[in-house]
């Protein structure tokens, strides 16, 4: 079995800083690569950023300059540190990877964290 856990989130000021945390755990073989995504209210998720094993990184435009995102693949740890925050950044915030599992024959599957409440107040 594997679990994404995610941490960080919370009630922040206008112009402070987050950062949030998902850690993968279970059987796992491999790790392919790794996003962050949000739900405001009444809106379709959307991805924010990600980043594949060796680094490369993508960004959506409303948070290019202000949010970074990062991973520890010894510790099957991405991060996402938010600076700048603005009010339409408040969201649950949704870490996403490709896992396989030990045994799967390397295939890879869709996991979701269970997700982290970001909220920015004006």
């Known amino acids: 079995q594997v679990q994404l856990v995610e941490s960080g989130g919370g009630l922040v000021q206008a112009g402070g800083s987050l950062r949030l945390s998902c850690a993968a755990s279970g059987s796992i073989f491999s790790i392919n690569g790794m996003a962050w995504y949000r739900q405001a209210p009444g809106k379709q998720r959307e991805l924010v950023a990600d980043?594949?094993?060796?680094?490369?990184?993508n960004y959506a435009d409303p948070v290019k300059g202000r949010f970074t995102i990062s991973r520890d693949n010894a510790k099957n740890t991405v991060y996402l540190q938010m600076n700048s925050l603005k009010p339409e950044d408040t969201a649950v915030y949704y870490c996403?990877?490709?896992?396989?599992?030990?045994?799967?024959?390397?295939?890879?599957?869709?996991?979701w964290g269970q997700g982290t409440q970001v909220t920015v107040a004006s």
């Open positions: 980043i594949t094993r060796g680094g490369s990184t």
């Open positions: 996403h990877t490709r896992i396989a599992r030990v045994g799967s024959g390397v295939v890879f599957r869709d996991y």
